[in-house]
């Protein structure tokens, strides 16, 4: 299955009717070879913030970075929320159109010189990783068989003890609460964990800041679901980024759970 990206997700919502598909565009709106170059950069834009979430803290930075975009192709935010607008109505041609944006995308990754180390976990900036290991979208409904989204890694030699992960994706559309747990194991038998509960559409972010004097020996977690009879939960742009150990804010993983095999649960105080 082709992953189209945040702006696909979005046009599904907005659609109120599908009419007959139209291959020519009225005034105003964009060609399908610019939409599509377009919403490649829009994508390239928010993998942008993903990747460098603590210099893009607020909305005003990310409206800098968007607007940035729409700059560089000479379109203004009323020019792209009415081509938005209209191949959301004719969703054959913007299925099309999303299409030749990942064909863009894959087409500048392959470009990229292979890892010599022939591992493709990562993929680093900096001191910071994407680590997130499956699909960034996904669409639940009440007859999706599995409710949970499940992921394990285990190390490699870029871990680091102190290592600080992130989880965080963006719900659409959901009426019920979305739970998500992001866990790590360490050697000794002690686990650690901090997990969160999003009751409304938009951001979930979840941080584990791993022990600085313990060796991890996997980061593992979930997102839960439990979608009402007719409901359609659209979860994207998940991440799951690494960062060094940062002294400002080691002190905050004394607030994560922790267990210890064969000892009762309590909190790491």
């Keep these: 299955m082709k992953h189209h990206g945040p702006l696909y997700l ?3 919502l907005i659609v109120a009717t599908v009419a007959s598909s139209c291959s020519k565009t009225p005034g105003g709106v964009l060609e399908p070879e610019e939409m599509a170059s377009l919403i490649a950069d829009v994508y390239r834009g928010e993998a ?22 729409l700059t560089a192709h000479g379109v203004n935010q009323e020019e792209f929320d009415s081509s938005l607008s209209w191949y959301g109505h004719h969703i054959g041609d913007y299925i099309r159109i999303c299409d030749r944006a990942v064909e863009i995308l894959e087409a500048e990754a392959k470009a990229i010189p292979d890892d010599p180390t022939g591992s493709n976990q990562m993929v680093v900036a900096g001191d910071s990783a994407q680590v997130w290991p499956l699909s960034r979208y996904y669409l639940i409904t009440s007859n999706t068989p599995g409710r949970h989204v499940i992921f394990n890694l285990t190390p490699d030699e870029t871990w680091e003890h102190g290592d600080e992960y992130q989880l965080a994706f963006k719900i659409i559309n959901s009426r019920t609460p979305v739970r998500s747990l992001l866990a790590t194991s360490y050697e000794d038998g002690r686990t650690e964990y901090t997990s969160h509960e999003q009751n409304e559409d938009g951001w979930s972010r979840s941080t584990l800041r791993l022990d600085s004097t313990r060796t991890s020996k996997s980061i593992y977690g979930f997102i839960e679901f439990n979608p009402a009879d007719g409901e ?23 607030r994560q759970n922790t267990f210890d095999y064969g000892k009762k649960s309590d909190n790491d105080h």
């Design 10 to 12: 979005l046009s599904i």
């Design 48 to 69: 942008v913030i993903e990747f460098n979430h603590a210099s893009y803290y607020n909305d005003s930075l990310k409206k800098v970075v968007k607007q940035s975009v």
């Design 232 to 254: 359609n939960i659209y979860v994207d742009s998940i991440s799951l980024i690494r960062t060094r150990l940062n002294p400002a804010t080691y002190r905050n993983r004394y």
